[in-house]
């Protein structure tokens, strides 16, 4: 995929970043490297799995490789529509991080249009504190984390404050702005 068909996906993501991640204060880490431009956003075509590994590899040496890029994030284009294969690919992605020598230096972070958590009714405004406009995964440094969270008020109450809230904004909220994320950046 060229730089010019990356483009809406990237924008959507930025946009879902500012909106909803950012002025919600769902990762309260989030607005730092999003206003310092250090969070690197990767555009996939693959739709198997074993070349989505392969590629998740890549961008965490990629990652590694260049230490003023804070994050990154793997956006699924096309792949992984379905929550449940992508639930798959997540539980493969994590055992290869392991095998790749990745335990403690990187972990994953997911989202997709259709998060559902364990136990909750697919519509539970809860299930927007991970919802995105598309699959992703969020590669984040161990390190970077483990120093922000010494520093951090309570951060074991995060996913608890995000679930409040968003059950404080309701589900139809939530559902609009990832609609008009959907309208603003058209993909071609």
């Not at 990767?42 to 040496?61: F, G, N």
């Not at 793997?74 to 992605?93: K, M, N, P, T, W």
């Not at 995105?132 to 404050?161: D, G, T």
Request: glycine share 2%; aromatic share 12%.
């Amino acid at each position: 995929m060229n730089q010019h068909s990356d483009a809406p996906y990237i924008e959507a993501t930025k946009q879902w970043l500012d909106e909803i991640i950012i002025e919600l204060n769902f990762c309260p880490f989030a607005k730092k490297e999003f206003v310092n431009n250090t969070i690197h956003y990767h555009v996939s075509q693959q739709t198997q799995v074993k070349k989505a590994l392969e590629e998740l590899i890549a961008q965490c040496h990629f990652l590694k490789e260049n230490a003023q890029l804070e994050t990154s994030l793997l956006i699924y284009s096309d792949g992984f529509r379905a929550f449940e294969r992508y639930l798959d690919l997540v539980d493969y992605g994590n055992d290869l991080l392991i095998k790749s020598g990745f335990e403690g230096i990187f972990q994953l972070a997911t989202m997709h249009p259709e998060y559902c958590f364990a136990d909750e009714d697919f519509d539970d405004a809860s299930n927007f504190t991970n919802r995105s406009p598309y699959p992703m995964l969020h590669i984040i440094r161990e390190a970077s984390m483990e120093k922000v969270l010494k520093v951090y008020k309570n951060p074991e109450q995060i996913p608890e404050n995000n679930i409040a809230l968003a059950h404080q904004k309701g589900s139809s909220f939530f559902q609009t702005v990832l609609q008009n994320i959907q309208l603003n950046h058209p993909l071609k």
